[in-house]
């Protein structure tokens, strides 16, 4: 199984909602990760779990915040989000570990617009 | 922190070859990859090529790095209207589970 899922593909939330994204893989990745890609712009990363520990935190406002319950699962908890927030979000999984293929496996992404 | 430079948009014929160029900053990057992207998908991995190679092929895909000018390059050969995505260079921000750091994209047009 070489996929990464992702739930719902799309969501439409209002600026008082609390919504979450959730996200799967069972290849046995330890690194998980959650990017924000905006129309016509290259995925950006916002959060880093390797070994369900948070190892990078992006300057991310702390309307984004991150979960991993297990090594096979993450989530994206949302709260207060601002139209500026509407954006494709997109998983992905890898191994790590220094000096190996970290290649990441992506997602198809949750369409999010915040009216 | 890495940088990583593409074109925005490359248009060719039917069944030509096309070579999409991409410029990263950081020497120590161990794995180098590209990803395509369809309109309204995901990223999916196309191919990858490890720092101490010059070249790899993959079917109709061929890599080409230069290490000492910092220089990937994607050549898709016999391109189909399939083709038609997104195409993303990406290196990893830094070692072990950083993340990647994508260039802007390139925009692949195929006209028929």
């Known amino acids: 199984d070489t996929e990464v899922t992702q739930t719902p593909k799309h969501l439409v939330m209002g600026m008082t909602n609390k919504k979450s994204l959730k996200c799967e893989q069972h290849?046995?990745?330890?690194?998980m990760y959650w990017y924000k890609q905006k129309a016509k712009k290259p995925p950006e990363l916002m959060f880093v779990?390797?070994?369900?520990?948070?190892?990078i935190n992006e300057s991310v406002p702390s309307r984004f915040s991150p979960e991993c319950p297990n090594s096979s699962l993450l989530n994206l908890h949302l709260h207060a989000l601002q139209p500026e927030d509407s954006a494709l979000y997109l998983c992905?999984?890898?191994?790590?570990?220094?000096?190996?293929?970290?290649?990441?496996?992506f997602g198809p992404g949750t369409r999010l617009t915040v009216l | 922190g890495e940088d990583v430079e593409q074109s925005l948009f490359l248009s060719v014929r039917e069944g030509d070859s096309s070579v999409i160029n991409c410029t990263y900053t950081?020497?120590?990057?161990?794995?180098l990859y590209w990803y395509k992207q369809e309109p309204g998908a995901g990223l999916q991995l196309l191919t990858y090529?490890?720092?101490?190679?010059d070249m790899k092929q993959d079917q109709r895909l061929t890599v080409l790095l230069n290490k000492k000018d910092k220089h990937l390059s994607l050549r898709i050969a016999d391109t189909q209207t399939g083709d038609s995505a997104i195409y993303f260079c990406?290196?990893?921000?830094?070692?072990?589970?950083?993340?990647?750091?994508f260039g802007k994209g390139t925009h692949l047009i195929i006209q028929p």
């Open positions: 290849m046995g990745h330890r690194a």
């Open positions: 992905a999984s890898s191994h790590t570990g220094t000096g190996i293929n970290n290649e990441q496996f």
């Open positions: 990406a290196s990893p921000s830094g070692g072990g589970a950083d993340g990647l750091t």
């Open positions: 090529i490890f720092s101490n190679m």
């Open positions: 950081d020497s120590s990057s161990t794995y």
């Open positions: 779990y390797s070994y369900e520990k948070l190892s």
